[in-house]
């Protein structure tokens, strides 16, 4: 069965240090997403994208955060630099069409620590 | 976005019947009610949806009130693995609503005793 993976599954980094976290959606997605789950509270939305652009975004999507689609197959999220704040589970996700009756597909998750 | 309201937490006997309820007053009439959960350590995984009708599918079935202000997930015969937190979340059919991001609440703890 078509899976979302992501890499690294864990990721460890310095305050202040950019950091780009890895997504392969599914083929033929359309698509994509990221999500974030700071420990033991909520799956909180952060950014859409289709056709090579932006769709939406969340308010916790400001300037130190980029997403690119750089080949056919990749997905990442790069944060600039990063905060103690930012140290969360990042999820990706991806959808096959806009329908309200597609669902999204999420990876097993990128955790990442600041120090 | 149309708000959702769920238990914090539940708990059930294993091989038994769990019925989560969620409730979504102000659902509007293009919204669809999903339900994801995510089992520890593990990312979200989409469980069933529906709009009007009751749903059924390999995992679970989806009871739908007939005024679609509530709705009742059921796990015909919970296994240990089937615990998780279990999320009901409304999508909008309308203008193109079906691409935004998802809004996750806090969800339902389902705890499964052996």
């Known amino acids: 069965e078509p899976e979302v993976t992501q890499t690294p599954s864990h990721q460890v980094t310095q305050m202040g240090q950019e950091v780009i976290l890895r997504c392969v959606p599914i083929s033929n997605h359309l698509y994509f997403y990221w999500y974030r789950q700071i420990l033991g509270q909520k799956v909180e939305f952060l950014v859409s994208?289709?056709?090579?652009?932006?769709?939406?975004k969340s308010e916790i999507f400001d300037d130190q955060f980029s997403v690119e689609r750089p080949d056919g197959s990749n997905f990442t999220l790069k944060i600039r630099s990063t905060k103690l704040e930012d140290s969360a589970m990042y999820f990706c996700?991806?959808?096959?069409?806009?329908?309200?009756?597609?669902?999204?597909?999420f990876g097993p998750g990128t955790r990442l620590t600041v120090l | 976005d149309a708000k959702t309201t769920q238990p914090n937490s539940m708990e059930s006997n294993e091989e038994e019947p769990v019925h989560l309820p969620c409730n979504h007053s102000t659902i509007s009439g293009t919204d669809y009610i999903h339900w994801y959960r995510q089992l520890p350590s593990q990312g979200p995984e989409y469980v069933i949806h529906g709009l009007t009708s009751n749903v059924n599918n390999r995992m679970a079935s989806l009871a739908i009130a007939e005024d679609r202000k509530s709705s009742t997930l059921i796990l015909h015969r919970a296994t240990l693995r089937d615990a998780a937190v279990y999320y009901c979340i409304l999508r909008d059919g309308y203008s193109g609503g079906g691409a935004d991001g998802l809004t996750f609440g806090k969800g339902t703890h389902l705890i499964i005793q052996p």
């Open positions: 994208f289709y056709n090579n652009e932006i769709s939406e």
């Open positions: 996700a991806s959808m096959a069409g806009p329908s309200s009756y597609n669902e999204q597909f």
